[in-house]
């Protein structure tokens, strides 16, 4: 096929030829592929932006702040087994504690860990709010679809859910980090923005695990307009937490919880 100089995109042949060109383009957010050697997946997450993935057992996912205005949006479920995924009410109330950090575990509600924080930089997160909704940043802001300026956190989440297979169905509450959220003596939610530039959060999984997360604000981000920066992601290999190791063994209900994660099998 011969194309007319200048033609741009406006035939097949033209578009196919732009679309070639493009091969090998490098943009600030993007997955890098393949990634670096050693690493399972690496890859820089647009304000507004989603991603979705699935590690193996004892993976280590890093999450940095890095520009100091991301708010990672977290769902876990077990992989092959998507009825079981994180519950946010059981991991406040089994570890008697709402607040996440290191040491923290993310648990379902099969009493098993899904995931635990090994490193926090941030102390800036929340188990309470959730994540923002159209109709809310359609008030707030003038658009809360995912294609729009101010993406809604559960709209991102119905895209990531769909290319795992999942549906809007499956989405239970999520965990955000970085951007923190405090209880104030009347029980009212006060934000506590976040912790700024290079932020990381590592968690690594104890089960095989699929992850969507959704770059977004915190829908009780008091500022008027819409803020969110790239966040940074990476996983790599790593071995799930023993039995025996001081951080399981903290309290009882660490114990227990990581016994049940461990004895899966056996049932």
């Known amino acids: 096929m011969t194309e007319t100089p200048g033609a741009g995109t406006a035939t097949t042949g033209a578009a196919r030829a732009h679309a070639r060109s493009q091969a090998g383009t490098v943009v600030d957010c993007m997955p890098l592929l393949p990634p670096p050697e050693g690493v399972l997946w690496e890859e820089t997450v647009a304000g507004g932006g989603y991603a979705h993935l699935s590690v193996p057992a004892g993976a280590e996912l890093a999450l940095t702040d890095r520009d100091g205005d991301a708010c990672a949006h977290l769902l876990l ?37 899904l995931a635990t924080v090994v490193a926090d930089s941030s102390g800036r997160h929340d188990t309470l709010a959730g994540t923002s909704t159209a109709a809310r940043n359609a008030a707030r802001y003038g658009d809360g679809t995912p294609q729009g300026e101010s993406p809604a956190g559960r709209e991102l989440f119905k895209l990531a859910a769909a290319k795992q297979g999942l549906t809007p169905r499956d989405l239970p509450p ?94």
Not at 86 to 105: E, I, M, R
Not at 228 to 249: E, I, K, S, Y
């Open 77 to 113: 479920f077990v992989t092959g087994r998507p009825w079981e995924r994180l519950n946010t009410a059981d991991t406040a109330k089994v570890q008697w504690n709402a607040y996440l950090g290191a040491g923290s575990l993310l648990l379902s509600d099969q009493g098993r860990v």
């Open 174 to 267: 999520s965990v955000s980090f970085f951007h923190g959220i405090r209880v104030e003596a009347d029980g009212s939610l006060r934000s506590t923005g976040s912790a700024g530039p290079g932020a990381e959060v590592v968690l690594r999984a104890e089960q095989p695990l699929t992850v969507l997360l959704a770059n977004t604000a915190h829908p009780l981000d008091p500022r008027p307009e819409f803020h969110c920066t790239p966040l940074h992601l990476r996983a790599v290999p790593g071995v799930p937490t023993a039995t025996d190791d001081p951080l399981a063994a903290a309290t009882p209900e660490r114990t227990r919880a990581f016994l049940n994660t461990r004895t899966l099998g056996a049932r």
